[in-house]
T-cell receptor, first 113, second 116 residues
C-alpha cells in the first residue's frame, strides 16, 4: 500500500546550519506530496506541497522537490533558525484514495542558538 | 489559513467511561472531517473519514462501535471513545476540509486522552 518513510530524529543543529530531512514514498497512483510542521502546543500546519514530478514546493525558506525517479521529497533549508524547532511530517495524498493523507513518522528538529 | 478547534485539549477519565471530543471548523464549512490518532513519537494514523450528514468511513482495524463519529453539521464533528481503556490513551487529532477533493485539510491542535 501507499506509505511514507522519513528520516528518524531527533535532529539537533546549530542556528544558521543547513538542514536536510529525507523523505521517500511508495504510492500506486500519482500522489501529491506535502511537508507539514507541528510547532510545540499547536496543530499541524501545511508547510509546502508539490503536486507533480519535478515541482518544487517552497515556503519560509524551506524547499522540497518532487523527484519521481527516486520517489523522494527531501526537505531542505539553507540556514535554520531557533524558531524552526518543531516536528516535521512528510506526507502524501492520492486522489484515488479519496484524498486521504498518509503521514511519515515525523522528525523532531531542535535548533541551538 | 482556516482555523480548526478541538475541545477539550486534554482529558483524564476512568476506565470504562466514555469520552466525547469535539472538532469545530471556525471560519469555513467543512464538508469532510478526518480523525487521526497519534501515539508518542509516532505518526498520525487515520481512524475515519466523515462527510457531513452521512456515516463515517472507518479505516481497517478501527472499531466503529468503540470510536463513534458524528458529523451532524458543516462545522462540527464529534468523536466518542466508548468504554475507554488504558490502551485508548493517545493523542487524537481532527482535520477539516472544505468543498472539493483538492482543498487543503486544516488540522486541530489535538486532544490528549489519558485513561486511568
Amino acid at each position: 500500500g501507499d506509505s511514507v518513510t522519513q528520516m528518524e530524529g531527533p535532529v539537533t543543529l546549530s542556528e544558521e546550519a543547513f538542514l536536510t530531512i529525507n523523505c521517500t514514498y511508495t504510492a500506486t497512483g500519482y500522489p501529491s506530496l506535502f511537508w507539514y510542521v507541528q510547532y510545540p502546543g499547536e496543530g499541524l500546519q501545511l508547510l509546502l506541497k508539490a503536486t507533480k514530478a519535478d515541482d518544487k514546493g517552497s515556503n519560509k525558506g524551506f524547499e522540497a522537490t518532487y523527484r519521481k525517479e527516486t520517489t523522494s521529497f527531501h526537505l531542505e533549508k539553507g540556514s535554520v533558525q531557533v524558531s524552526d524547532s518543531a516536528v516535521y511530517f512528510c506526507a502524501l495524498s492520492v486522489v484515488s484514495s479519496a484524498s486521504k493523507i498518509i503521514f511519515g513518522s515525523g522528525t523532531r528538529l531542535s535548533i541551538r542558538p | 489559513g482556516a482555523v480548526v478547534s478541538q475541545h477539550p485539549s486534554w482529558v483524564i477519565c476512568k476506565s470504562g467511561t466514555s469520552v466525547k471530543i469535539e472538532c469545530r471548523s471556525l471560519d469555513f464549512q467543512a464538508t469532510t472531517m478526518f480523525w487521526y490518532r497519534q501515539f508518542p513519537k509516532q505518526s498520525l494514523m487515520l481512524m475515519a473519514t466523515s462527510n457531513e450528514g452521512s456515516k463515517a468511513t472507518y479505516e481497517q482495524g478501527v472499531e466503529k462501535d468503540k470510536f463513534l463519529i458524528n458529523h451532524a453539521s458543516l462545522t462540527l464533528s464529534t468523536l466518542t471513545v466508548t468504554s475507554a481503556h488504558p490502551e485508548d490513551s493517545s493523542f487524537y487529532i481532527c482535520s477539516a476540509r472544505g468543498q472539493g477533493a483538492n482543498n487543503e485539510q486544516f488540522f486541530g491542535p489535538g486532544t490528549r486522552l489519558t485513561v486511568l
